[in-house]
């Protein structure tokens, strides 16, 4: 009975050893591959106090995400992302 609780305790420590290993990061794009495109077809909206921006996005499978960076104001620079699953970002200021 003293020889199976060891046993189960070493076989548990063992288990607990195996699962706590970091994992490395998994990237989806290929670093050595070249900048993606830009995207075409943009269309402003203008809003108050804010623009809506429509484009047609490359088929380029590096192209995570949409950004635009932009200036309210001398000296305030904003930053608005989109991700490539949409097609408009949003900018507000």
Known sequence: MN????YLIVFLMS????SCKEEG???????????????????????AGGALLKYTLPVDKNLLYVRAEYEIKPGVIRETKSSYF????????
Do not use: M, W, Y
């Not at 020889?3 to 060891?6: C, F, G, M, P, T």
């Not at 900048?35 to 203008?46: D, K, R, S």
């Not at 949409?86 to 200021?93: A, I, M, R, T």
């Open 3 to 6: 020889n199976k609780i060891v």
């Open 15 to 18: 288990i607990v050893g195996i």
């Open 25 to 47: 990061r998994v990237d989806f794009i290929d670093e050595h591959a070249p900048a993606p495109a830009q995207v075409t077809n943009v269309l402003i909206e203008n809003r």
């Open 86 to 93: 949409k097609d408009s970002l949003v900018l507000e200021g």
